[in-house]
């Protein structure tokens, strides 16, 4: 499939909201529970309107969880559905409003710039999602900037989100990428670039920044509204509770804390951890700067903006409990009248989330290494046994500059006792350290490891490949990549290049794309 240039797009309309169109098949009623029940927080806004748009990836199975038919949404009604043009009945479009702590540096308002929530769905399981867009045109929050996007940006946000679900890791969902025909220029690439919109699914877009506008405010009552709003959504359990803002407070340093650990344990970057892109609900959101490593080190950086390496893959923890501690902060008038109490509180909370990343990062790396479950199948592999093993084997893959991924599916050769296909043949002249015999002790399961290990991840090289190739409108390599990492455990005949790292050289490099 190529993508044709199109006509330029017409401007989107000033602020308000069109009167919905009849509601097609295809599009069931969405809610506006944030827009009505939080209006301080949304700026009802308008999406461009494109002359022609086109489909260029659409997700048919998330759109049929949602209860959505494929085949309707890929023809010009359903394209304009799906980007906001003809709005479903109840679609109440706006650009939520938020601060945040970018690179460490705060910023009192940011928002949507690029982008508009449509409003909220019920998934076939009754679960409710945010349906919301990505370079639909210039808000109030654009800070200057054109409010578009590029084809290359929302088709790699498409591809890491699959790739994450399908690796089992909380994360926003992309529905569709459409073409707009708009060609839009981008600093980092030094070109005119075709333009697109994403639309994408999540549990809500509530995120840390948006807490800390409403903490900026100095209205109590606003800031228990969103609270509410955001225990209502996600932490439903907690309302009846005693203590329900420390509770919202631990519920989300416990979810971020899980997620981390399963950035870590699969090797990903995220490379833009501001404050405005961590979510509440603890699903990986904003796939900007973002990659997978290749060679193991805990010092790797792949965003061209992060000079200092404050999001390298090795800080990425110690981020997240910086973020969350500016969370707490906001909860702060809720938690207690007293503001020693309150502070108490969350200290003591704040204070839970090493030992909940610990948790969960020994759980996920004992399943790497085929030595049960998290509740410890086998006895002799207690948590500190499957710390020092991994702590030796992370140590060894950093010596050797070994590929991560790569070296986890050995490992299972390795434990069949296929020497070919080992561990040593990663290791080449290198002898193994001896925590190897002492891991081939405890009987480890190699068919536990398969399922556990990707055979492919989005490999960097690959990514760039794709993306560059859709930018010149061929989607094939892209639809290639996107198949390999949608069934990341199955080795394929025909996919071995997607299970290799890049060539040596020069260090990836990756741009936010906005």
């Known amino acids: 499939m190529r993508i044709e240039a199109q006509p330029e797009d017409r401007p989107a309309e000033p602020g308000g909201v069109r009167a919905p169109a009849a509601a097609r098949p295809f599009a069931p009623p969405l809610g506006a529970a944030f827009a009505e029940r939080l209006p301080e927080r949304a700026l009802p806004w308008n999406a461009m309107r494109p002359e022609r748009p086109a489909i260029l990836a659409l997700n048919e199975s998330l759109a049929r969880e949602l209860g959505l038919d494929p085949e309707r949404l890929r023809d010009e009604p359903g394209a304009r559905w799906l980007i906001g043009n003809d709005p479903a009945e109840g679609s109440r479009p706006v650009a939520q409003v938020y601060a945040g702590h970018q690179f460490g540096a705060y910023s009192p308002r940011l928002g949507d710039g690029r982008a508009l929530l449509l409003g909220e769905i019920a998934d076939t399981r009754g679960r409710v999602r945010d349906l919301h867009l990505k370079g639909s045109g210039r808000t109030p929050f654009a800070r200057g900037a054109d409010g578009f996007a590029a084809v290359g940006p929302m088709l790699r946000e498409y591809l890491m989100g699959e790739a994450m679900h399908a690796l089992g890791i909380p994360t926003t969902r992309a529905l569709a990428v459409v073409a707009t025909g708009?060609?839009?220029?981008r600093d980092e690439a030094l070109d005119v670039l075709p333009g697109a919109v994403l639309a994408r699914v999540a549990s809500s877009h509530l995120r840390v920044g948006t807490f800390q506008y409403a903490r900026s405010l100095g209205d109590p009552e606003l800031l228990r509204r969103l609270a509410d709003f955001a225990i209502e959504r996600h932490f439903p359990e907690l309302a009846a509770g005693e203590t329900p803002y420390l509770g919202l407070l631990e519920a989300v340093i416990d979810v971020q804390a899980r997620l981390v650990a399963s950035w870590m344990l699969v090797g990903f970057v995220h490379g833009v951890m501001n404050t405005d892109n961590m979510t509440i609900s603890g699903e990986t959101i904003d796939y900007g700067p973002c990659a997978f490593m290749d060679a193991y080190d805990p010092a790797t950086?792949?965003?061209?903006?992060?000079?200092?390496?404050?999001?390298?893959?090795?800080?990425?923890?110690?981020?997240?409990?910086?973020?969350?501690?500016?969370?707490?902060?906001?909860?702060?008038?809720?938690?207690?009248?007293?503001?020693?109490?309150?502070?108490?509180?969350?200290?003591g909370a704040l204070q839970g989330f090493g030992g909940a990343y610990d948790?969960?990062?020994?759980?996920?790396?004992?399943?790497?290494?085929?030595?049960?479950?998290?509740?410890?199948?086998?006895?002799?592999?207690d948590e500190e046994t499957v710390a020092a093993l991994a702590a030796e084997l992370l140590h060894e893959l950093h010596e050797g500059r070994i590929d991560y991924t790569r070296a986890f599916r050995a490992l299972a050769e390795t434990a069949r006792g296929v020497a070919a296909t080992g561990y040593a043949e990663l290791l080449g002249e290198r002898s193994p350290g001896p925590w190897l015999e002492r891991w081939l002790a405890l009987g480890p399961d190699p068919t536990a490891m398969d399922a556990t290990n990707p055979v492919y991840i989005a490999r960097n090289h690959l990514v760039d490949e794709a993306l560059v190739a859709a930018t010149e409108g061929d989607l094939a390599p892209f639809e290639a990549i996107l198949d390999a990492v949608a069934r990341p455990f199955e080795p394929r005949q025909g996919l071995e290049r997607y299970a290799q790292p890049g060539p040596p050289g020069r260090p990836h490099v990756t741009y936010c794309g906005t």
């Open 359 to 381: 948790a969960a990062w020994t759980a996920g790396m004992r399943a790497k290494l085929g030595l049960g479950d998290a509740r410890g199948a086998d006895p002799t592999a």
């Open 301 to 347: 950086v792949f965003s061209s903006i992060d000079h200092r390496g404050r999001y390298a893959y090795g800080a990425q923890p110690a981020v997240a409990g910086w973020n969350l501690t500016r969370f707490a902060e906001t909860l702060l008038p809720l938690l207690s009248d007293d503001p020693a109490e309150a502070e108490r509180q969350a200290v």
């Open 182 to 185: 708009r060609r839009v220029v």
